[in-house]
């Protein structure tokens, strides 16, 4: 098996084809880097859904998981382990929380922190049993089970996967007032946002919005649940999204510009890229709900996952890649701008760190995002087109400068190209 040809056929014989991927066979990956089966080399613009921040293969990552998969890597939590406890007490203090709830994948995550909302607000906020409201916004993303796509918009997610889970409640993004309004139900617990909209292509609200949004919440009584899974972890130039305008790494409690939600929600990339990781942080006061027996997972906080989620972190913060990703956003976003003032087939670009979107001139059903994202990778860069035309940009935050306008420069070449 050797041929990117030989590879795709497997994958539509065998596979479900819960996917359409871009034509490209990935065999290696370093850094910013990727090579297909060919040998032919890419930059990475999508960083598995920005859960490759630390770049592929990181060698501190790498060495923590050999080290650690070769000593003790699962136990189940019916026993302690000599790992998770001092990664509890880590993450907690980098993100400045009283305690986590580890499990695997980040939908996983949203799960956990919707059950933790729902027992609050029974057992702290007095709400009549089975009658919890959470507030979910419209052109949401929060992961792929039954509950979570019953709170989608998207089609494609929801069609015939139902009955749909009751219990939520769906107010336009981006907007106080409709917050506001939904908030008068007496029977809302929670609100749950990202604070950028990433999978429905990079949406970034209003400056004060999510500090708007914890007002409101704390006011009536309602948790603000903030879902970082993917904006978190340095991507959008801090350390979490809530960090607004600060890059600094880590005590975000002693930034003015940091809003605090009451639940933060994390995955992708506190796995540095290698193995799954998600996490739920919380004050004592609201994580104390979960009892012994009530929630978990055979693999939530193994050995293994909790070391390399640690090293992950600490690669983030010793390589000021908050920093990075700020600086090298505003590099990126200015390139684009170029652009889109000159060819009429970009419409606008928009985002914050490297978390960023173009949005290409033409309807959501036409080709040319996929036509362009195909050009992209002839000509060595790998990006996804989300919702038809807009292009996600979004490469591992240990770009140089440097690699950055070599990237911009490739991305200018194809614009040219489609424009002629
Ligand atoms: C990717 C993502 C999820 C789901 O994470 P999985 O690990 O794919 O289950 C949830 N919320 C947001 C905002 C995401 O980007």
């Not at 032919?40 to 060495?63: M, T, W």
């Not at 010793?318 to 390139?335: M, P, T």
């Not at 000509?379 to 240990?398: D, E, Q």
């Amino acid at each position: 098996m050797n041929s990117s040809k030989q590879a795709i056929e497997l994958e539509e014989k065998y596979g479900a084809h819960n996917y359409h991927p871009l034509p490209v066979v990935l065999s290696r990956g370093e850094g910013v880097f990727l090579w297909d089966v060919e040998g032919e080399k890419y930059y990475d613009f999508l960083s598995a859904y920005s859960a490759v921040n630390q770049g592929h293969c990181h060698p501190r990552i790498k060495e923590a998981l050999i080290e650690q998969a070769g000593t003790l890597t699962l136990t189940s939590r019916a026993f302690y382990n000599n790992i998770l406890g001092p990664f509890e007490r880590y993450i907690t203090s980098y993100f400045g929380f009283d305690m986590v709830l580890p499990m695997n994948t980040g939908a996983e995550g949203v799960e956990t922190a919707l059950k933790i909302a729902r027992k609050w607000g029974y057992e702290k906020k007095g709400i009549v049993e089975n009658e919890a409201v959470i507030i979910v916004a419209e052109n949401n993303f929060h992961g792929r089970t039954t509950t979570v796509i019953s709170f989608s918009n998207d089609e494609n997610a929801r069609k015939n996967f139902g009955p749909y889970t009751p219990g939520f409640a769906k107010i336009p993004y981006d907007d106080i007032p409709a917050l506001e309004n939904a908030l008068k139900d007496q029977h809302v617990v929670a609100f749950l946002v990202e604070p950028i909209q990433g999978e429905a292509g990079v949406y970034t609200p209003a400056e004060d919005y999510i500090r708007k949004v914890s007002e409101a919440c704390k006011k009536a009584n309602v948790l603000f649940i903030a879902d970082e899974i993917q904006t978190g972890i340095a991507r959008t130039g801090s350390l979490l999204a809530v960090c607004g305008n600060c890059s600094c790494e880590g005590h975000c409690e002693q930034q003015p510009s940091y809003t605090k939600p009451d639940m933060l929600i994390l995955g992708k990339a506190i796995s540095g890229g290698f193995y799954p990781v998600s996490a739920v942080l919380a004050d004592e006061d609201v994580m104390s709900v979960i009892r012994p027996g009530q929630h978990g997972s055979t693999f939530g906080g193994n050995p293994l996952g909790v070391k390399v989620a640690m090293t992950a972190l600490e690669v983030v913060r010793d390589e000021r890649l908050a920093l990075n990703a700020r600086k090298l956003g505003v590099i990126f976003r200015q390139r684009m701008q170029v652009l889109v003032d000159q060819y009429s087939i970009l419409k606008l670009v928009r985002g914050k760190g490297l978390l960023n979107a173009v949005v290409v001139n033409d309807t959501e059903e036409s080709s040319t995002a996929w036509d362009m994202c195909v050009a992209l990778k002839d000509n060595g860069l790998l990006a996804k087109p989300t919702h038809g035309n807009i292009i996600r940009f979004a490469p591992p935050l240990v770009m140089t400068e440097e690699q950055l306008h070599e990237c911009c420069d490739i991305i200018e070449k194809v614009v040219k190209d489609f424009s002629k």
